[in-house]
């Protein structure tokens, strides 16, 4: 069967990128090595922060894009990438608004200020009651819905080994079948998740990447992941060759009041979204 776009990686990149082509009218393959949907929102606090969000503003909290930019320099010290600071910052308020209106549960109390780190000038974090799996929950019903109404199909148990110049991907289907999947679009949002997660370690051709196009497949699912950075790369599901929604590399995490660990953003600086 065709497909528009081949996603990589059912997580908080994959799943919403999943989401908003399928909304667009693409025919949409999202292919998950792990036996389940979600990556590391099975384990982590959840905690997001953005700046201007309804939920503020209907709490009195006066905030903009520009102190929560100002907050990420001065706790980083400066050292953050700026390219992904930015592009996380900016898209951070409408990614909770996005959530607010399909339904997250929030925690009463958020947002607040949160002192795993050196925090905030204004509450700016958010988390659900449950923990990464509040936002879990929100994704799978949105991803449940256009799997039943047949415009994402969801291979679990199957992982990504190869990049072709077709373009398309090579996918070890359930572990045991190569299955080559055309696309005019390849979407990379694999995260990292340990073997005490369950997650089954990939073929050594799978974990190099080269100029002959073959991936680094990763699990899916790291807190890090901006679902903001994979609802935009989804805006246009048809474009050629192959594109990332992944981000850099998430330092140890501060853990939320969920006892999960909290999600922080790029290099050493609190999540920007």
Not at 69 to 83: C, Y
Not at 180 to 198: I, N, Y
Request: aromatic share 4%; charged share 20%.
């Amino acid at each position: 069967m065709p497909y528009d776009v081949v996603i990589i990686g059912a997580g908080t990149g994959g799943i919403p990128c999943a989401v908003e082509a399928a909304r667009h009218g693409a025919r949409v393959l999202l292919v998950e090595k792990d036996a389940r949907i979600g990556g590391t929102l099975h384990t982590s606090g959840g905690h997001m922060s953005a700046a201007g969000t309804r939920r503020q503003r209907e709490r009195g909290i006066a905030d903009s894009v520009e102190r929560h930019l100002a907050d990420i320099e001065r706790i980083s010290g400066g050292t953050a990438r700026a390219d992904l600071v930015q592009l996380a910052a900016r898209h951070a308020p409408e990614t909770i608004d996005w959530l607010d209106e399909h339904g997250f549960d929030f925690a009463p109390e958020s947002p607040r200020l949160v002192y795993g780190h050196e925090p905030y000038g204004v509450p700016r974090t958010y988390y659900g009651k449950d923990g990464g799996l509040s936002i879990l929950a929100v994704l799978k019903r949105l991803l449940d819905e256009q799997v039943a109404a047949g415009r994402v199909e969801l291979w679990l148990g199957s992982t990504a080994i190869a990049l072709t110049g077709a373009p398309g991907v090579t996918v070890l289907r359930n572990g045991v079948d190569e299955v080559e999947v055309t696309a005019p679009a390849v979407v990379l949002a694999g995260g990292t998740c340990p073997r005490s997660a369950g997650c089954r370690t990939p073929p050594p051709r799978a974990r190099r990447t080269t100029r002959s196009g073959r991936c680094s497949s990763r699990p899916s699912g790291s807190p890090g992941r901006s679902t903001s950075t994979a609802r935009a790369a989804a805006s246009s599901p048809r474009t050629s060759g192959a594109s990332t929604a992944r981000s850099a590399p998430s330092p140890p995490r501060p853990t939320g009041p969920s006892g999960r660990s909290s999600t922080t953003g790029p290099g050493s600086t609190p999540s920007p979204w």
